[in-house]
């Protein structure tokens, strides 16, 4: 399983951005996805998850209500909207994956075995 992070740039504050996850498996549909982020000397941390069907979603406090998790089947992607952001949102952004896991679980870093590179979101005041 192989996941790409895609969709990082340089933003003002107040822009949005949409990242993208490309997941190469045999089955996407068997994978829930997590994004986590990680700002510079900090540690990493739970962005957002989605479910396998897409039906179910988990938010960090910090992103709710800003960001938008989804998953396109046929393109075997998950995004992640962000809108209103801030310069706290600054950071790496990475992918994550584990076949057949609760939404719930996706937040357990140590327990994901699939990660993508990573895709550098930058807001500037």
């Known amino acids: 399983v192989q996941l790409q992070a895609s969709g990082g740039g340089l933003v003002q504050v107040g822009d949005s951005l949409r990242l993208a996850c490309s997941v190469s498996?045999?089955?996407?549909?068997?994978?829930?996805v997590a994004w986590f982020r990680q700002a510079p000397g900090k540690e990493r941390q739970f962005v957002a998850a989605i479910g396998r069907t897409g039906s179910s979603t988990d938010y960090d406090e910090s992103v709710k209500g800003r960001f938008t998790i989804s998953r396109d089947h046929a393109r075997s992607t998950v995004f992640l909207q962000m809108n209103s952001l801030a310069p706290e949102d600054t950071a790496v952004y990475y992918c994550?994956?584990?076949?057949?896991?609760?939404?719930?679980?996706?937040?357990?870093?140590?327990?994901?075995?699939?990660w993508g590179q990573g895709t550098q979101v930058t807001v500037s005041s």
């Open positions: 994550a994956a584990k076949q057949f896991a609760t939404v719930q679980a996706m937040r357990i870093m140590g327990q994901l075995p699939y």
């Open positions: 498996a045999r089955a996407f549909s068997q994978y829930p």
